[in-house]
C-alpha cells in the first residue's frame, strides 16, 4: 500500500510538472486560435459559431487526446519521444535500405519544421498575451513590440542559467493557476448562454462542412491552431512518463482548454464584435491586467518549452550525424537532460526578434504557425504507420485504421494551410527547407568523409600482418580514434611515419552512437586483445548522452588494459578539405566547409584532458 502510494505521489508530481512544460504551448493557444476563426470574413451568426466550437471539439479530440496521449505516446524508443526518436525506432524496424533512406529523409525535414516551430512560437506567444494591453486602453498599442522584444530578450538571456529550479518552483504552480483561470473563464460564460454546448454534436461542423466547402477549408487553418502542441507532449514524454503525460492533459488541460474556447463562443453568441479579442473580453474589467500578467508568464513558459525541446533536438541531431559537433553546457548537477546550446540560443533569438519585427501582430503570424504544425504532424503519422506496420501486434490492423482518420485529417489541416503561403506561411517552408539542406548537407558530407577514410586506411588485420617486430616501442598508451572500428586510422601512419615507434600499449577506439536514447554501463564498453599490447576498445552512447570519453575509459574494467591520465596520449586526425570536380558542388561545398570549420573540436566533444591530445592532418577531397 506504501509502494502504491509512493507511485501515485510521484505521478501526481510529474503530471504537475508535464503542466508546466508539456502543455505550455497547446495551453496559451486560446489566445488567438478561436479569434483567428472569424478573422478571414466568416459571417458571425449561431450556425457558424457552433460549427466552429465543434470543428475545435472535435478535432481536438481525434487528434490530440486519442492519437497522440493515447495512441503515439506509445511508440517511444527506450522512453523518449519525438519526431527523432520515432525516426530512429524506425530505422531499427526496417529490413531494407530503401526504407531506412526515406525513412530518415522524412524525419529529418520533419525536425526541420520542427525548428521552424520553434522560432515561430517564443514570437507568435509572446505577442498575443501582450497585445492585451491594447485592450485596456488604445493608448498601450504602441507598446506592444516593445514590450515583446525586452520579455524575448530576457527569456533567451537567462537560458544560461538553467531552467530545473524555477521550472520545478513556479513553472508547474503557474500554469495550474492559468488552466483553472481558462475554465473560470469559460464557465462563467457559457452559464450565460449555455447554448453554446449543442456544439459538442459532430454534426454542427459536418453539415457546415458540407453547405459551405470553401469556408470550412478556410475555418481548418484557425482550428488546426488549437492543436499546435500536439507534437511538443510527444517530444517531451520522455522528460516525465506516458502515464503523467496522459494524467495532465485528460485531468485538467483538456477540460480547461475546451471550457474556454466554449467560453469564448458564447461570448460571441451575445456580441459579435467581440471576434475582436474574444479572450479577454471574456475577462471583467477588474481581472483585465492580472490576466495580461498571467498571459505572458504563461506564454513565457510556452516558450521556454519549446527553446528547451530545440535544445533537446540539436543533441539527438547531433548524436544522429545530422548537424556538427556544438558546445554544450548542462545546467543541472543533478538533471542530465538540462542543457544549454550557446549557438543555438544567440541563433533563436535573432530568429524570434526578426519574426517579430516583420509580421507585427500575433494574426500575421498565425498562417505561418500552422504550416510548420501541420507538416510535423503528417510526418509523424507517415513514419508512426511503418512502424506499426512493422510489428506484429494484435492491434495492429485497429491501429493503421486510426491512423488513415488521422492522417486524413492532417492532410486537410495542412492543405488549409498552405493556402496561407502569400500571406505569411512561406516563411515556415522556406526556413525549413533550408535547416533541411543544412542536416541532409552534413549527414551527407560526414557520410563521404567516412567512404574516403576507408579507401585510405588500412584493415586491422592487414596492418598486424606487415607490422614488423623491429619497430621501437616508447613508454606509455597511445589511444587512436577511428570511425571504423575495422580500420587502422590514418594517425598511425602518420606517427610511424614521421616518429618511427610506437607506444607500449597501442589502443584503436571507436565511438558509436546508438538509435536508442541511453546506454546502459554494462554495454558501454566492449574491449578486444587483437595482438599483443594492442586492444580494439568500443565505447557506445545513446543520441541523449553526453560522449564523455574520459570517464567511460576510467570505468573500463579489463585486467590487461589501464588508462593512466598522466601516462596516456590521444591521437586525432584533423581533416582539410579541398573542393574536387565530381564531388558536392560549390554552394553546397561551402556551406558543409563553413559547418565544418566551425564544428566543436573532437577533443572538446569527448572530453578528452587537453594536454594529452596530438592532433595529425590530413587532405580530403569532396
Known sequence: KKIMNVKKSSTAVLALAALGVVYGDIGTSPLYAFKEAFAHGM?????????????????????????????????????????????????????????????????????????????????????????????????????????????????????????????????????IFWFLTLAALGINSIIQTPLVLQAINPMHAISFALNYPKLAFVLLAAVFLSLTGGEALYADMGHFGARAVRLAWYGLACPALLLNYFGQGALVLRDANATTNPFYLLAPDWFLLPLVILATAATVIASQATITGAFSMTLEAMRLNLLPRMRILHTSDTARGQIYIPTINWLMLIGVLLLVFSFGSSSALAAAYGIAVTGT????????????????????????????????????????????????????????????????????????????????????????????????????????????????????????????????????????????????????????????????????????????????????????????????????????????????????FGLFSSMFRQADGAANHFNLPPNRVVELGTQIGL
Not at 487526446?65 to 522512453?79: L, T
Not at 525513412?103 to 526541420?112: E, Q
Request: with cysteine; proline share 4%; net charge positive.
Open 377 to 588: 504532424m503528417v510526418i509523424t503519422t507517415v513514419i508512426l504507420w511503418f512502424v506499426i506496420s512493422q510489428n506484429q501486434s494484435k492491434n495492429r490492423r485497429l491501429l493503421l485504421c486510426g491512423l488513415i482518420i488521422f492522417g486524413s485529417l492532417e492532410v486537410l489541416f495542412l492543405s488549409s494551410n498552405l493556402t496561407k503561403i502569400a500571406s505569411g506561411g512561406w516563411m515556415p517552408l522556406v526556413l525549413g527547407a533550408a535547416i533541411y539542406a543544412i542536416l541532409s548537407t552534413w549527414r551527407k558530407g560526414t557520410n563521404f568523409i567516412s567512404a574516403q577514410r576507408r579507401l585510405l586506411n588500412m584493415p586491422i588485420k592487414s596492418f598486424l600482418q606487415s607490422m614488423s617486430d623491429d619497430v621501437p616501442r616508447v613508454q606509455g598508451t597511445a589511444v587512436y580514434l577511428t570511425s571504423d572500428a575495422d580500420l587502422v586510422p590514418t594517425a598511425l601512419f602518420h606517427n610511424l611515419k614521421h616518429y618511427k615507434v610506437m607506444h607500449e600499449t597501442t589502443v584503436f577506439l571507436n565511438v558509436s552512437s546508438e538509435n536508442i536514447p541511453y546506454v546502459s554501463d554494462k554495454e558501454r564498453c566492449q574491449v578486444e586483445t587483437i595482438a599483443p599490447n594492442i586492444y580494439r576498445v568500443l565505447v557506445r552512447f545513446g543520441f541523449r548522452e553526453e560522449t564523455d570519453l574520459k570517464t567511460a575509459l576510467a570505468n573500463i574494467k579489463y585486467p590487461e588494459l589501464s588508462f593512466d591520465p598522466m601516462d596516456t596520449s590521444f591521437f586525432l586526425a584533423r581533416a582539410k578539405l579541398i573542393d574536387e570536380p565530381g564531388g558536392f558542388n560549390r554552394l553546397r
Open 43 to 175: 459571417p458571425i451568426n449561431e450556425a457558424n459559431i457552433l460549427a466552429t466550437l465543434s470543428a475545435f471539439f472535435w478535432a481536438m479530440m481525434l487528434i490530440i487526446s486519442f492519437k497522440y496521449v493515447w495512441i503515439v505516446i506509445r511508440f517511444d524508443n527506450q522512453g523518449e519521444g519525438g519526431v527523432l526518436a520515432l525516426t530512429a525506432l524506425a530505422q531499427r524496424l526496417s529490413k531494407s535500405k530503401k526504407n531506412t533512406a526515406w525513412v530518415l529523409s522524412a524525419g529529418i525535414f520533419a525536425a526541420a519544421l520542427f525548428y521552424g516551430d520553434s522560432f515561430i512560437t517564443p514570437a507568435i506567444s509572446v505577442l498575443s498575451a501582450v497585445e492585451g494591453i491594447s485592450i485596456i486602453t488604445p493608448r498601450f498599442e504602441a507598446y506592444v513590440i516593445p514590450i515583446t522584444v525586452v520579455i524575448i530578450c530576457g527569456l533567451f538571456m537567462v537560458q544560461r542559467h538553467g531552467t530545473q529550479r524555477i521550472g520545478g518552483t513556479f513553472f508547474g504552480p503557474i500554469m
